[in-house]
C-alpha cells in the first residue's frame, strides 16, 4: 500500500512536468531534422542553418523578451520556438517555415505541453520567414529579430572564397555584430562591423533590406524602434 502511494505521487509528478527548451534541444526528431536541412541547404551552398545557428536564435530571442520584461514562461516558449523554427528546411526551403510550424505540431502534439502553448510556438515557426509572414506576437517578434539578426562570418560554409556568392560574402564581411537594447529609450539595434572590400554597402542592403524592415515590424510589438547601424554610421 505504501509502494503504491508513492507510485501514485510520482506518477503525478510526471503528468504535471512542463516541457522546457532543454528537453527540445535532446530531442532526436528536432535535431535530426535540423541535420538533414543544414544538409540539403548545404547542396546549393546556403550559410549554416544547423542546430548551432538555432541555438543563437533561441538564446538571443530568450534575451529580448527578458530584455522586456516577459515571464519565465514565455521566454521557455521562444526558446523553444527557437531551435526548433528551420526543421522545416528539411522537406523544403521556399515554405519552410509553414512546413516547420506543422511538423512542430505533430512533435509538440506528443509532449506534455498545452494546446495554447502548441499553437503560440507554431503561430511563431510559421510566420518567421520574410517572404510570407510577420510578427503577431511578443514569441514571433523576438524569434524573428534574433533571426535576421544572426549576421556573422563563421555561417559561411568552408569553400574557396572564389566561389562565395553574395550571400557568402555579405556575412563573412561582418567582422562584429552585436544585438543592443535600451528599454528606457525602446530602442533595439543592431550594430555592424563590416569589412568594405568584402562586400559593399549595397550588396549588404540587396540581401537584407527586406528582414531588416522585417525587424522593424517586430520592434512594433515591443512599442519600440529598430535600428541598425553599419560601420559607425545609422543606415536605418
Not at 528536432?30 to 542553418?49: A, Q, S
Amino acid at each position: 500500500m505504501k509502494n503504491e502511494r508513492k507510485s501514485g505521487i510520482k506518477s503525478k509528478m510526471k503528468d504535471e512536468q512542463i516541457l522546457t527548451y532543454e528537453q527540445i534541444k535532446k530531442n532526436e526528431n528536432v535535431r535530426e531534422l535540423l541535420k538533414k536541412g543544414n544538409e540539403n541547404l548545404g547542396v546549393p551552398g546556403f550559410t549554416d542553418h544547423s542546430a548551432a545557428h538555432c541555438t543563437i536564435v533561441a538564446e538571443r530571442a530568450a534575451y529580448i523578451l527578458k530584455k522586456f520584461g516577459y515571464t519565465d514562461r514565455d521566454i521557455e516558449l521562444v526558446k523553444i520556438a527557437g531551435f526548433m523554427h528551420d526543421i522545416g528546411n528539411a522537406i523544403n526551403r521556399k515554405f519552410h517555415a509553414e512546413c516547420g510550424a506543422l511538423i512542430a505540431n505533430q512533435i509538440l502534439e506528443k509532449e506534455n505541453i498545452s494546446l495554447q502553448e502548441r499553437i503560440t510556438i507554431i503561430s511563431a515557426i510559421g510566420n518567421h520567414d520574410e517572404s510570407s509572414g510577420g510578427a503577431v506576437d511578443p514569441i514571433s517578434a523576438a524569434l524573428i529579430i534574433a533571426d535576421k539578426t544572426d549576421v556573422r562570418r563563421n555561417r559561411v560554409r568552408e569553400k574557396p572564397k572564389a566561389n562565395f556568392d553574395k550571400h557568402d560574402r555579405v556575412n563573412y564581411a561582418v567582422t562584429d555584430a552585436k544585438l543592443k537594447i535600451n528599454v528606457e529609450k525602446k530602442t533595439i539595434a543592431l550594430n555592424l562591423q563590416i569589412d568594405p572590400k568584402i562586400c559593399s554597402m549595397y550588396e549588404y542592403f540587396d540581401i537584407f533590406l527586406g528582414r531588416m524592415m522585417m525587424c522593424r515590424g517586430a520592434a512594433d510589438i515591443f512599442d519600440a524602434s529598430f535600428k541598425l547601424t553599419a560601420n559607425g554610421s545609422k543606415v536605418l
